[in-house]
Protein backbone atom coordinates (compact mmCIF):
# COMPACT_ATOMS: atom_id res chain seq x y z
CA UNK A 1 0.00 0.00 0.00
CA UNK A 2 1.08 3.32 -0.82
CA UNK A 3 0.33 6.81 0.53
CA UNK A 4 -0.79 9.89 -1.07
CA UNK A 5 0.10 13.55 -0.32
CA UNK A 6 -1.29 16.37 -1.77
CA UNK A 7 -1.64 20.73 -1.83
CA UNK A 8 -3.42 23.08 -3.24
CA UNK A 9 -2.60 26.54 -4.22
CA UNK A 10 0.43 26.44 -6.73
CA UNK A 11 1.41 28.99 -9.67
CA UNK A 12 4.68 29.31 -11.68
CA UNK A 13 7.91 30.59 -10.09
CA UNK A 14 11.54 30.84 -10.66
CA UNK A 15 14.36 28.64 -11.66
CA UNK A 16 16.97 26.92 -10.59
CA UNK A 17 18.88 23.86 -11.21
CA UNK A 18 18.90 20.74 -9.00
CA UNK A 19 21.36 17.91 -8.52
CA UNK A 20 20.23 14.98 -10.71
CA UNK A 21 18.25 16.45 -12.96
CA UNK A 22 18.36 18.80 -16.84
CA UNK A 23 16.40 21.71 -15.08
CA UNK A 24 13.84 22.28 -12.27
CA UNK A 25 11.11 24.34 -11.40
CA UNK A 26 10.29 26.06 -7.55
CA UNK A 27 6.65 27.33 -7.43
CA UNK A 28 5.58 29.07 -4.76
CA UNK A 29 2.31 30.93 -3.76
CA UNK A 30 3.02 31.42 0.19
CA UNK A 31 5.09 31.32 2.22
CA UNK A 32 6.06 27.46 3.40
CA UNK A 33 3.94 26.35 6.07
CA UNK A 34 4.40 23.65 8.99
CA UNK A 35 2.31 21.69 7.73
CA UNK A 36 4.16 18.96 4.73
CA UNK A 37 2.91 18.03 1.25
CA UNK A 38 4.55 16.00 -1.22
CA UNK A 39 2.49 16.59 -4.76
CA UNK A 40 0.11 19.51 -6.16
CA UNK A 41 -3.16 19.28 -6.45
CA UNK A 42 -2.91 19.51 -10.56
CA UNK A 43 -0.60 16.33 -10.51
CA UNK A 44 -2.11 13.75 -12.36
CA UNK A 45 -1.76 9.69 -11.76
CA UNK A 46 -2.30 6.80 -13.49
CA UNK A 47 -5.98 5.17 -12.38
CA UNK A 48 -7.07 2.13 -13.86
CA UNK A 49 -10.38 4.68 -15.10
CA UNK A 50 -7.09 6.79 -16.88
CA UNK A 51 -5.47 9.73 -15.44
CA UNK A 52 -7.00 11.97 -12.53
CA UNK A 53 -5.94 14.96 -10.66
CA UNK A 54 -4.24 14.21 -7.54
CA UNK A 55 -7.34 16.64 -5.68
CA UNK A 56 -9.71 14.40 -7.17
CA UNK A 57 -8.50 11.03 -5.16
CA UNK A 58 -10.34 9.59 -2.53
CA UNK A 59 -9.37 6.94 0.45
CA UNK A 60 -10.37 3.68 -1.53
CA UNK A 61 -9.33 4.55 -5.20
CA UNK A 62 -5.98 2.67 -7.49
CA UNK A 63 -3.24 4.38 -8.39
CA UNK A 64 -0.29 2.61 -10.93
CA UNK A 65 2.89 2.52 -8.71
CA UNK A 66 6.37 1.49 -9.45
CA UNK A 67 9.13 -0.46 -6.91
CA UNK A 68 12.43 0.09 -6.73
CA UNK A 69 12.82 -3.52 -9.63
CA UNK A 70 10.24 -1.28 -11.97
CA UNK A 71 7.21 -3.84 -11.60
CA UNK A 72 4.48 -1.47 -11.94
CA UNK A 73 1.14 -2.21 -10.60
CA UNK A 74 -2.29 -0.61 -9.08
CA UNK A 75 -2.48 0.43 -5.55
CA UNK A 76 -5.11 1.59 -3.09
CA UNK A 77 -4.75 4.80 -0.99
CA UNK A 78 -5.32 4.01 2.13
CA UNK A 79 -5.23 7.15 3.86
CA UNK A 80 -3.93 10.83 3.17
CA UNK A 81 -1.60 12.37 5.27
CA UNK A 82 -0.33 15.77 5.57
CA UNK A 83 -2.97 17.35 3.26
CA UNK A 84 -3.39 20.55 3.26
CA UNK A 85 -5.22 23.73 1.86
CA UNK A 86 -2.44 25.95 2.39
CA UNK A 87 -0.29 26.77 -0.32
CA UNK A 88 3.15 24.72 -0.37
CA UNK A 89 6.56 24.91 -2.19
CA UNK A 90 6.91 22.88 -4.95
CA UNK A 91 10.34 21.72 -7.00
CA UNK A 92 9.68 20.51 -10.84
CA UNK A 93 12.76 17.74 -11.82
CA UNK A 94 12.72 17.56 -15.69
CA UNK A 95 14.95 15.06 -17.42
CA UNK A 96 17.01 14.50 -20.07
CA UNK A 97 14.17 13.00 -22.12
CA UNK A 98 11.93 16.02 -20.80
CA UNK A 99 9.44 14.06 -18.35
CA UNK A 100 8.59 15.82 -14.98
CA UNK A 101 8.04 15.50 -11.88
CA UNK A 102 5.90 18.17 -9.33
CA UNK A 103 6.94 17.70 -5.53
CA UNK A 104 7.98 19.29 -2.14
CA UNK A 105 11.64 19.60 -2.18
CA UNK A 106 12.03 17.36 1.33
CA UNK A 107 9.96 14.73 -0.43
CA UNK A 108 11.93 11.20 -1.44
CA UNK A 109 12.25 9.75 -4.79
CA UNK A 110 13.74 6.41 -6.19
CA UNK A 111 16.95 7.13 -7.22
CA UNK A 112 18.15 4.12 -9.90
CA UNK A 113 22.37 3.52 -9.06
CA UNK A 114 22.11 2.11 -12.69
CA UNK A 115 19.89 2.22 -15.67
CA UNK A 116 16.54 0.48 -15.00
CA UNK A 117 14.70 -0.59 -18.22
CA UNK A 118 11.94 -1.56 -15.98
CA UNK A 119 10.75 1.89 -14.73
CA UNK A 120 10.01 4.76 -17.60
CA UNK A 121 8.18 7.98 -16.84
CA UNK A 122 4.50 7.58 -18.84
Known sequence: MRVCQYAQGVSAGSKSKVSGATSSRRVRS???????????GDATVQTPQGRRLMRDLSLGDQVLTADPFGR??????????????????HVTLTTQRSYSLSLTAGHYIWAALVPSPGVEAK
Do not use: R
Open 30 to 40: APPTSQASCFP
Open 72 to 89: QEYETIFMFTHFSKEPAT
